[in-house]
């Protein structure tokens, strides 16, 4: 796990890489790769690597050249199949001075140039220079689990980096809202496609590459998951003989390491099979590692240690308070570059750096849900599809107007109106309604009434669904579950793998996710339906694989996820988050959203309506402005600061006022001016919390 960046001018611009630039852009990405730096300059072309030093801890330094230096690469991930590559590669003459995997790549692009990532079984973002041809080419993996982000200058100027804070580092563009994507954001927690909340920011698509050429960009897919099903059908023991198999091999080549390595145990069913697994290929005990919260809801600790124990693991737990749940937020919003779409983010970042203590590498159980239909919506979404379009064939509209009428009137606060305006008695039966609207945090519907008049002038005509919806109606898949888990492997599972990502790197520690070995993927999207979802079980073929390796309490458990109380915690003592992200003047001032709406909706939520979601985005995409379209102070500071007002606001305002003021003043004048809004006004009437004085 590393950190790559680069930048790229055209021969006209007769530009020279500044040196210092590069290596701004380059140390940005500092905990990316704490072990080593790099960089390669020549001409208008400049390359920079972080190293997390993983595989030949002593030969891999990187960036790396070909044996006649025509040839750069700088490379982040691994490559599991590297030695099975090797020996045809020497074979044809190529010599290596490495046992790198990194290698490896150079190799192959002599030989295939862009088609050598079809070759590649991994996890990887890397870029190569070829002085030859004169080209760069940015390459991704499959399922896109290793991040790179670009930016096209209007004079052709090409920058990239694994994260989108080195592009600002490098001055390659203002920071500015891309009011575009703000639509997508809104809906489904983070943005869907190639575009992010940065105005001329793109990220490079999973299964793409990108190839620049004296200032123009060619992007080309190279790799996309079929669901179409076989001709003859196997019989369920083959198909879960199989699975298990392949489920093995993805597991034993993920172990490649020259440091120690652990896993992420939840004590559910997708991190607890990595772990029988893992188990029955080391000879040493299995590190473990879990998080979790003390309330009791968002628990799941007992179930990792009945994992632990009937595995015997090395086994490390950590409880994270919501005092330092906040107090670490506006810091893992600079991690991630865009707002934080999963309060899970978070205890990842805390186990990780419980991990980081033990190991260099962690496998982690994302992807199956996915791969296998883990999330209940997919069970609803099929029911209320079914059961709705047989409602509006048998009831008469009269009587269905009258239901939904009835529901409407239920109080505001009541569970079971929350339920029943999710079914099929309240919403048309089409996946707009039934499944998209039905699983977003701002709806389409919602969405006129979130946003200002200016701020819906310049969206445009916003379609927020219309990438996923993309993805859905081209897969090549006959079922409607497959349709939707193709339209999520493409989005959802994306983001989860940049919380992955950004969280683990912000601990220096790299992150290995079994279930998406692109072969295994390919094999359960080919899978029929049933062998994923039978009745009300999912995962079903990941059930029988491990019957027998699992505890029965495992395999049988309901799903929780990774629940985080933070719907209670900001209707009680950490009510003074939501007025200084959501309610204050600076925020209002911004006048991306209609005031009135948001403040109904806190009202609302601090009266027992659930709007704990809602909350989330609104708070998180304030911090990341502040942060980043502000320019406010680092995001140390502001973690300090926050802790202070946090802590103390509360329980003691006139004291926050203090604290928080006073180590305003003790910040260098550019950063206390850009940390005004931190400073605390005590004593408000009525109301003990932080507010803005700005």
Same mark, same amino acid.
């Given at each position: 796990?590393?950190?790559?960046?680069?930048?790229?001018?055209?021969?006209?611009?007769?530009? +020279?890489?500044? %040196?210092?630039?590069?290596?701004?852009?380059?140390?940005?990405?500092?905990?990316?790769?704490?072990?080593?730096?790099?960089?390669?300059?020549?001409?208008?072309?400049?390359?920079?690597?972080?190293?997390?030093?993983?595989?030949?801890?002593?030969?891999?330094?990187?960036?790396?050249?070909?044996?006649?230096?025509?040839?750069?690469?700088?490379? *982040?991930?691994?490559?599991?199949?590297?030695?099975?590559?090797?020996?045809?590669?020497?074979?044809?003459?190529?010599?290596?001075?490495?046992?790198?995997?990194?290698?490896?790549?150079?190799?192959?692009?002599?030989?295939?140039?862009?088609?050598?990532?079809?070759?590649?079984?991994?996890?990887?973002?890397? +870029?190569?220079?070829?002085?030859?041809?004169?080209?760069?080419?940015?390459?991704?993996?499959?399922?896109?689990?290793?991040?790179?982000?670009?930016?096209?200058?209007?004079?052709?100027?090409?920058?990239?980096?694994?994260?989108?804070?080195?592009?600002?580092?490098?001055?390659?563009?203002?920071? %500015?809202?891309?009011?575009?994507?703000?639509?997508?954001?809104?809906?489904?927690?983070?943005?869907?496609?190639?575009?992010?909340?940065?105005?001329?920011?793109?990220?490079?698509?999973?299964?793409?590459?990108?190839?620049?050429?004296?200032?123009?960009?060619?992007?080309?897919?190279?790799?996309?998951?079929?669901?179409?099903?076989?001709?003859? %059908?196997?019989?369920? +023991?083959?198909?879960?003989?199989?699975?298990?198999?392949?489920?093995?091999?993805?597991?034993?080549?993920?172990?490649?390491?020259?440091?120690?390595?652990?896993?992420?145990?939840?004590?559910?069913?997708?991190?607890?099979?990595?772990?029988?697994?893992?188990?029955?290929?080391?000879?040493?005990?299995?590190?473990?590692?879990?998080?979790?919260?003390?309330?009791?809801?968002? *628990?799941?600790?007992?179930?990792?240690?009945?994992?632990?124990?009937?595995?015997?693991?090395?086994?490390?737990?950590?409880?994270?308070?919501?005092?330092?749940?906040?107090?670490?937020?506006?810091?893992?919003?600079?991690?991630?570059?865009?707002?934080?779409?999963?309060?899970?983010?978070?205890?990842?970042?805390?186990?990780?750096?419980?991990?980081?203590?033990?190991?260099?590498?962690?496998?982690?159980?994302?992807?199956?849900?996915?791969?296998?239909?883990?999330?209940?919506?997919?069970?609803?979404?099929?029911?209320?599809?079914?059961?709705?379009?047989?409602?509006?064939?048998?009831?008469?509209?009269?009587?269905?107007?009258?239901?939904?009428?009835?529901?409407?009137?239920?109080?505001?606060?009541?569970?079971?109106?929350?339920?029943?305006?999710?079914?099929?008695?309240?919403?048309?039966? *089409?996946?707009?309604?039934?499944?998209?609207?039905?699983?977003?945090?701002?709806?389409?519907?919602?969405?006129?009434?979130?946003?200002?008049?200016?701020?819906?002038?310049?969206?445009?005509?916003?379609?927020?669904?219309?990438?996923?919806?993309?993805?859905?109606?081209?897969?090549?898949?006959?079922?409607?579950?497959?349709?939707?888990?193709?339209?999520?492997?493409?989005?959802?599972?994306?983001?989860?793998?940049?919380?992955?990502?950004?969280?683990?790197?912000?601990?220096?520690?790299?992150?290995?996710?079994?279930?998406?070995?692109?072969?295994?993927?390919?094999?359960?999207?080919?899978?029929?339906?049933?062998?994923?979802?039978?009745?009300?079980?999912?995962?079903?073929?990941?059930?029988?694989?491990?019957?027998?390796?699992?505890?029965?309490?495992?395999?049988?458990?309901?799903?929780?996820?990774?629940?985080?109380?933070?719907?209670?915690?900001?209707?009680?003592?950490?009510?003074?988050?939501?007025?200084?992200?959501?309610?204050?003047?600076?925020?209002?001032?911004?006048?991306?959203?209609?005031?009135?709406?948001?403040?109904?909706?806190?009202?609302?939520?601090? *009266?027992?309506?659930?709007?704990?979601?809602?909350?989330? +985005?609104?708070?998180?995409?304030?911090?990341?402005?502040?942060?980043?379209?502000?320019?406010?102070?680092?995001?140390?500071?502001?973690?300090?600061?926050?802790?202070?007002?946090?802590?103390?606001?509360?329980?003691?305002?006139?004291?926050?006022?203090?604290?928080?003021?006073?180590?305003?003043?003790?910040?260098?004048?550019?950063?206390?001016?850009?940390?005004?809004?931190?400073?605390?006004?005590?004593?408000?009437?009525?109301?003990?919390?932080?507010?803005?004085?700005?």
């Amino acid at each position: 796990m590393c950190g790559i960046c680069g930048i790229a001018a055209p021969k006209k611009l007769q530009r +020279a890489i500044d %040196e210092r630039r590069l290596v701004a852009m380059r140390d940005a990405l500092t905990h990316r790769g704490p072990d080593e730096a790099g960089s390669f300059i020549e001409g208008g072309i400049g390359l920079g690597h972080r190293r997390l030093s993983i595989v030949d801890l002593s030969g891999g330094k990187q960036p790396m050249s070909n044996e006649d230096g025509s040839i750069h690469i700088v490379f *982040n991930g691994e490559i599991y199949n590297h030695k099975d590559l090797r020996p045809g590669l020497e074979e044809r003459g190529h010599r290596y001075a490495t046992v790198s995997d990194t290698e490896t790549i150079v190799h192959l692009y002599e030989e295939r140039g862009a088609q050598a990532v079809e070759d590649l079984r991994g996890m990887f973002a890397f +870029a190569i220079w070829d002085a030859n041809q004169q080209r760069l080419l940015l390459a991704r993996d499959r399922l896109g689990i290793k991040p790179v982000y670009y930016h096209l200058s209007d004079d052709g100027v090409l920058y990239f980096a694994s994260e989108i804070k080195a592009l600002i580092t490098a001055n390659a563009l203002r920071p %500015e809202l891309n009011y575009a994507a703000l639509g997508d954001y809104a809906a489904n927690r983070y943005t869907s496609g190639a575009e992010t909340l940065f105005r001329g920011v793109k990220r490079l698509l999973p299964g793409h590459t990108l190839m620049w050429n004296d200032g123009r960009i060619t992007i080309e897919q190279y790799w996309d998951v079929s669901f179409a099903k076989a001709a003859e %059908e196997l019989s369920e +023991a083959e198909y879960i003989a199989q699975f298990r198999e392949l489920f093995d091999e993805a597991v034993r080549l993920r172990l490649m390491a020259d440091v120690p390595l652990g896993m992420f145990l939840s004590g559910g069913i997708d991190s607890s099979a990595i772990v029988a697994s893992m188990s029955r290929m080391v000879r040493e005990p299995v590190k473990t590692f879990s998080v979790a919260f003390a309330e009791r809801d968002a *628990n799941e600790l007992a179930y990792a240690r009945t994992v632990a124990e009937a595995f015997k693991t090395d086994h490390h737990e950590i409880v994270v308070s919501p005092e330092q749940f906040f107090d670490a937020l506006p810091t893992m919003v600079y991690q991630e570059d865009e707002p934080i779409a999963h309060p899970s983010s978070l205890p990842l970042y805390f186990v990780s750096q419980l991990a980081s203590q033990h190991v260099k590498v962690v496998l982690t159980g994302e992807g199956s849900d996915e791969l296998l239909a883990g999330y209940g919506k997919y069970r609803t979404t099929l029911m209320n599809l079914a059961l709705g379009r047989a409602y509006q064939q048998i009831a008469p509209q009269a009587l269905r107007s009258l239901i939904k009428r009835r529901i409407e009137v239920m109080a505001d606060a009541s569970p079971l109106k929350s339920k029943l305006r999710r079914t099929f008695l309240n919403l048309a039966p *089409n996946l707009e309604e039934i499944y998209f609207d039905n699983f977003s945090v701002f709806s389409r519907t919602m969405q006129p009434s979130l946003f200002s008049e200016a701020s819906r002038e310049r969206m445009q005509e916003s379609q927020p669904y219309q990438t996923s919806l993309d993805y859905l109606n081209g897969a090549d898949a006959e079922a409607m579950l497959d349709k939707l888990l193709a339209a999520d492997l493409k989005t959802y599972l994306h983001e989860l793998l940049m919380k992955q990502d950004q969280m683990s790197m912000a601990a220096s520690i790299e992150s290995r996710v079994p279930f998406l070995d692109h072969k295994l993927v390919e094999f359960a999207a080919r899978l029929p339906v049933r062998m994923k979802l039978r009745g009300l079980t999912t995962k079903y073929i990941l059930r029988q694989a491990m019957r027998d390796r699992l505890p029965k309490a495992i395999l049988t458990r309901k799903k929780m996820g990774f629940p985080v109380p933070v719907g209670a915690w900001l209707r009680g003592p950490f009510r003074h988050i939501v007025e200084e992200y959501v309610l204050s003047e600076r925020t209002r001032a911004r006048g991306i959203f209609n005031a009135d709406y948001v403040q109904s909706l806190v009202t609302r939520h601090i *009266n027992g309506e659930k709007h704990d979601e809602r909350l989330w +985005a609104l708070i998180n995409f304030e911090i990341w402005q502040r942060r980043f379209l502000d320019g406010e102070a680092n995001s140390k500071d502001l973690g300090q600061l926050h802790q202070m007002t946090s802590r103390l606001a509360v329980a003691a305002p006139k004291a926050a006022a203090v604290a928080a003021n006073n180590a305003l003043e003790s910040l260098p004048s550019r950063q206390r001016e850009e940390s005004r809004p931190y400073k605390v006004a005590a004593g408000v009437a009525g109301n003990d919390k932080v507010v803005d004085a700005g």
